[in-house]
């Protein structure tokens, strides 16, 4: 032990000697006091703003204690968290905070709508978010100025629009996926919370593959690598959009099966579990078979927030496919539906480019008012005009969709369960350390399903009147138990 402090003050007296000479800045010192024990982390990132920081600009802590837990006393675990993100990213990004605290990817409100009007509970408008949030100046018709925290469900009293047990499965079920929580620590689901849920690389298997040597490489529920970016690729979507309409899942082609494990590995044994199911493996999205990612469509504005409370994604959501392939009368644009430029689309040449924002890779886009027709296109897109009046480009180009029928949920109100939506003080106070933490304000529940289905996507008219595919799921079945008890089976 003091072979090893003595090495450790000889390279503290060495580094003093470099700051004299006003080769290294006083800062230095403090970030390499950390170095000292995470001798080869990687820099959290290359941008011009953010090279030169140390790591107690964004941790806190003590960078200048000789242990570990002196240090980590008062640290942030996650800096990007929404309970210290204020102090941490919101010094240099306050807009985009105080946006993302508005967002659906904050709110929920969506899901909680859904789920309450298909419980006959309440209207199709939102009243609900998973956290209560204002804003005094709604920006457009769309935006609404308030919405109140879901309530908690409690068994003792009568059931009622504010007492009832769809609440409770939202909570200890559904509502793992905001960027107040960290989500659940299994494969395919592991990610960090607020600003590092999207920033902060994760694999499936949640395993750090970076230079650390502090930290250990068969550890979960740690990300890639100590790196913040802006280049998000698709599986970090999907750590959270692989239930309710399963859009990521769907995009890289796969749904989820009645827990075969086939088609097999390369090794002859069962497909891992991803997101705690088993997957089936259809046909990709072609935008994601020619190279591209979500990024390279959704906007940051969706993604953060455009400063105003949306009740559903269809009111919050900027792209259309117009917006790339344009009309049977008109090219692109090169603009969003609501008229915000693409920052990766372009025209060259006389080509409609977009240029692949993790790759670099540019695809030219086939615009519709310039496509030769076949006799089955022409009648579809020409002969007909109501056809593209009167559909969603996906009515038709889906190949296949997600179906769940029949959504059997068990709930047992002797057993007493996390709650996605309530966490636990952290002992060593670090606010952003709220893994595994949860109160159990909510009980245990257990899914299951009828049966599921891709062939010949179901249609309806969606918000904006026109024919759309839709996505049936959440049916909810609601069973009650008390352990042993039966309070009701079934209940539709």
Same mark, same amino acid.
């Given at each position: 032990?003091?072979?090893?402090?003595?090495?450790?003050?000889?390279?503290?007296?060495?580094?003093?000697?470099?700051? $004299?000479?006003?080769?290294?800045? #006083?800062?230095?010192?403090?970030?390499?006091? =950390? &170095?000292? /024990? !995470?001798?080869?982390?990687?820099?959290?990132?290359?941008?011009?703003?953010?090279?030169?920081?140390?790591?107690?600009?964004?941790?806190?802590?003590?960078?200048?204690?000789?242990?570990?837990?002196?240090?980590?006393?008062?640290?942030?675990?996650?800096?990007?968290?929404?309970?210290?993100?204020?102090?941490?990213?919101?010094?240099?990004?306050?807009?985009?905070?105080?946006?993302?605290?508005?967002?659906?990817?904050?709110?929920?409100?969506?899901?909680?709508?859904?789920?309450?009007?298909?419980?006959?509970?309440?209207?199709?408008?939102?009243?609900?978010?998973?956290?209560?949030?204002?804003?005094?100046?709604?920006?457009?018709?769309?935006?609404?100025?308030?919405?109140?925290?879901?309530?908690?469900?409690?068994?003792?009293?009568?059931? $009622?629009?504010?007492?009832?047990? #769809?609440?409770?499965?939202?909570?200890?079920? =559904? &509502?793992? /996926? !905001?960027?107040g929580s960290d989500g659940h620590q299994r494969d395919g689901d592991y990610r960090a919370s607020g600003c590092s849920a999207c920033h902060v690389i994760y694999s499936d298997a949640g395993t750090y593959e970076g230079g650390d040597k502090a930290i250990p490489k068969d550890q979960k529920d740690r990300p890639v690598a100590h790196r913040i970016t802006i280049k998000i690729p698709e599986i970090q979507c999907i750590h959270c959009h692989n239930r309710g309409g399963r859009t990521g899942v769907s995009f890289i082609g796969t749904m989820e099966s009645d827990a075969y494990g086939t088609p097999w590995t390369e090794s002859g044994g069962k497909q891992p579990k991803l997101h705690g199911k088993n997957y089936n493996y259809l046909s990709k999205n072609v935008h994601f078979e020619k190279g591209m990612t979500c990024i390279d469509c959704h906007t940051a504005q969706e993604l953060h927030g455009d400063g105003n409370i949306y009740g559903k994604k269809e009111d919050a959501v900027e792209i259309e496919c117009t917006d790339c392939h344009g009309t049977l009368k008109r090219r692109s644009t090169l603009k969003t539906s609501w008229g915000n430029p693409y920052s990766n689309l372009f025209e060259r040449d006389g080509k409609v480019i977009l240029m692949a924002k993790l790759t670099g890779r540019e695809h030219e886009v086939p615009q519709i008012s310039e496509i030769e027709y076949s006799n089955e296109g022409y009648a579809a897109m020409v002969a007909i005009e109501r056809h593209t009046e009167k559909l969603e480009c996906y009515a038709c180009h889906a190949r296949w969709a997600p179906q769940c029928y029949g959504c059997h949920a068990k709930q047992d109100i002797s057993k007493p369960s996390g709650d996605w939506l309530n966490y636990m003080e952290a002992a060593d106070k670090s606010k952003s350390n709220v893994k595994g933490n949860r109160e159990k304000t909510a009980f245990t529940w257990s899914e299951s399903r009828s049966y599921l289905r891709w062939e010949t996507p179901a249609l309806g008219i969606n918000d904006e009147g026109m024919v759309s595919t839709f996505i049936p799921g959440c049916q909810t079945i609601f069973t009650q138990m008390d352990g042993n008890r039966m309070i009701f089976s079934n209940r539709v």
């Open positions: 032990m003091s072979s090893i402090l003595g090495d450790y003050m000889k390279r503290l007296l060495f580094l003093a000697v470099l700051v $004299s000479l006003s080769i290294l800045p #006083v800062s230095t010192i403090a970030a390499e006091k =950390c &170095l000292t /024990c !995470h001798e080869g982390i990687e820099r959290i990132s290359e941008a011009d703003d953010m090279k030169e920081l140390v790591c107690s600009d964004c941790h806190m802590g003590d960078p200048e204690a000789l242990t570990a837990e002196a240090a980590h006393r008062d640290m942030y675990a996650n800096p990007g968290d929404m309970n210290v993100v204020e102090e941490t990213c919101g010094q240099c990004h306050p807009d985009k905070v105080e946006n993302l605290r508005k967002s659906l990817h904050a709110t929920s409100a969506g899901i909680i709508s859904g789920a309450r009007y298909a419980q006959g509970v309440q209207d199709r408008k939102s009243i609900y978010a998973n956290f209560a949030v204002t804003d005094d100046k709604p920006g457009n018709d769309k935006a609404i100025k308030s919405l109140k925290q879901i309530p908690m469900y409690d068994p003792s009293k009568p059931e $009622s629009p504010d007492n009832h047990l #769809v609440d409770d499965y939202l909570r200890n079920q =559904c &509502l793992r /996926c !905001h960027v």
